[in-house]
Every structure is written in structure tokens, then in C-alpha cells.
Nanobody, 123 residues
């Protein structure tokens, strides 16, 4: 199992940027997908972005396309979520999660989750 450590949340004003980090401890992200989710008060957890570690392929929720960028640093075994032009609708607790890639477009259930990091956006 991979232990995930998140960081980078905080309070910003609308239009500003934040970068979240998700680091793997003890194991690598090799052959895994690393995904970001978020959950706002009273709402369901929603998918934000994903990156397949070995391929570098990425995907995004429509609500963040063009504003958020997911990337990886192989040397640091860390995934980043760069969030630009934040709006109050982006405010939530952000979680990273990881699953094993079983094949092209096929993954296991998520087997590790980060502790969550709060993002607050003032208008």
C-alpha cells in the first residue's frame, strides 16, 4: 500500500493560484494512476484530475479544464495539481488517491487516499 502525504492548500482570493502536492511515502507511483478529488461541504466527492504515472497521460473534469494542470515529478515521486484562476466554486477539501493500472484504461479500486488539504477561495 502506498502512503500519500498532501500539502499546499490554503486561503486565496478569487483569481489567484495554488499548487497542491501529493507525495508517495515508502513506495513509488509506478504502474499507478494518481487522481485528485474534492469535496465541498454538503456535496459529494467529485473527480478533478488524473495522471497515469508511467504514461504521463492526463484527464480533467470539465469544470477545471484550462485552469488546472496535473503533473508529476519522477525524482520526487510526487504529483502536483496547479490550480489557476480559482473561484469560490473551487473551494473544497482536496484529496489525492491512487490505484493500480491493470491495463489500458482499466484500474483497480483506489487503495490509498491522502489526508485531504483545505482550499478556501474568497470572492
Amino acid at each position: 500500500q502506498v502512503q500519500l502525504v498532501e500539502s499546499g492548500g490554503g486561503l486565496v482570493q478569487a483569481g489567484e493560484s495554488l499548487r497542491l502536492s501529493c507525495a508517495a511515502v515508502g513506495r513509488t507511483f509506478s504502474r499507478r494512476t494518481v487522481d485528485w478529488f474534492r469535496q465541498a461541504p454538503g456535496k459529494d466527492r467529485e473527480f478533478v484530475a488524473a495522471i497515469v504515472w508511467n504514461l504521463g497521460s492526463t484527464s480533467y473534469a470539465d469544470s477545471v479544464k484550462g485552469r488546472f494542470t496535473i503533473s508529476r515529478d519522477n525524482a520526487k515521486n510526487t504529483v502536483y495539481l496547479q490550480m489557476n484562476n480559482l473561484t469560490p466554486e473551487d473551494a473544497a477539501v482536496y484529496y489525492c488517491a491512487t490505484a493500480i493500472m491493470l491495463g489500458v484504461g482499466v484500474q483497480s479500486a483506489y487503495d490509498s487516499w491522502g489526508q485531504g488539504t483545505q482550499v478556501t477561495v474568497s470572492s
